[in-house]
Antibody, heavy 120, light 107 residues
Framework: EVQLVESGGGLVQPGGSLRLSCAASGFSFSAHYMDWVRQAPGEGLEWVGR??????????EYATSVKGRFIISRDDSKNSIYLQMNSLKTEDTAVYYC???????????WGQGTLVTVSS | DIQMTQSPSSLSASVGDRVTITCRASQDINNYLTWFQQTPGKAPKILIH???GLQGGVPSRFSGSGSGTDFTLTISSLQVEDFATYYC?????????FGGGTKVEIK
């Protein structure tokens, strides 16, 4: 059974940092690209970024809104991806979802999400 | 960035109704379009990939069509469990972008 379990969410002050983790199981993790997508309370979905697989040199892509502040990384030996969030702003408050990218480059499987609240 | 515009933003329908949601891209995205369903408090679930490919396990009352800039999600006979919010999303180019969502409510 495919599982994605996010952790690390919580309350952080503006300007602070937080690191989210996503533990994967039930599939060949190292073969897949992995994404982060977020959803502010009561709002729609916003793509945050992507890490490609080893075959594609673990390269990354980011949304303009987070570029330079957020860093996506992965550890294939631990079947995990990470989202390092720096210089956090109140508008970064959202549920953050870890997503497995499918063979057709679709966002095929989502974790249950972890809530990040940026507030003083 | 490619803008994705969904319409309507909300609709009311009855069980058994045929429901159609449209999604328009600001530029040609070929068929690189995905449809998702999200119920309150849950993660989105993929319904349709590559504009018209039914994801495994998704009921056949869901269908997708379109190519280029105009796309449609159709629910042929609305069921109770289909009351949810639906999103389209393009993966033609970065940044990936979503439509604003269509909330399907009970009439």
């Amino acid at each position: 059974e495919v599982q994605l379990v996010e952790s690390g969410g919580g309350l952080v002050q503006p300007g602070g940092s937080l690191r989210l983790s996503c533990a994967a199981s039930g599939f060949s993790f190292s073969a897949h690209y992995m994404d982060w997508v977020r959803q502010a309370p009561g709002e729609g979905l916003e793509w945050v970024g992507r890490t490609r697989n080893q075959a594609n040199s673990y390269t990354t892509e980011y949304a303009t809104s987070v570029k330079g502040r957020f860093i996506i990384s992965r550890d294939d030996s631990k079947n995990s991806i990470y989202l390092q969030m720096n210089s956090l702003k109140t508008e970064d408050t959202a549920v953050y979802y870890c997503v497995r990218v499918g063979l057709s480059y679709d966002l095929g499987f989502w974790g249950q999400g972890t809530l990040v609240t940026v507030s003083s | 960035d490619i803008q994705m515009t969904q319409s309507p933003s909300s609709l009311s329908a009855s069980v058994g109704d045929r429901v159609t949601i449209t999604c328009r891209a600001s530029q040609d995205i070929n068929n690189y379009l995905t449809w998702f369903q999200q119920t309150p408090g849950k993660a989105p679930k993929i319904l349709i990939h590559d504009a018209s490919g039914l994801q495994g396990g998704v009921p056949s009352r869901f269908s997708g069509s379109g190519s280029g800039t105009d796309f449609t999600l159709t629910i042929s006979s609305l069921q109770v469990e289909d009351f949810a919010t639906y999103y389209c999303q393009q993966h033609k180019s970065y940044p990936l972008t979503f439509g604003g969502g269509t909330k399907v409510e009970i009439k």
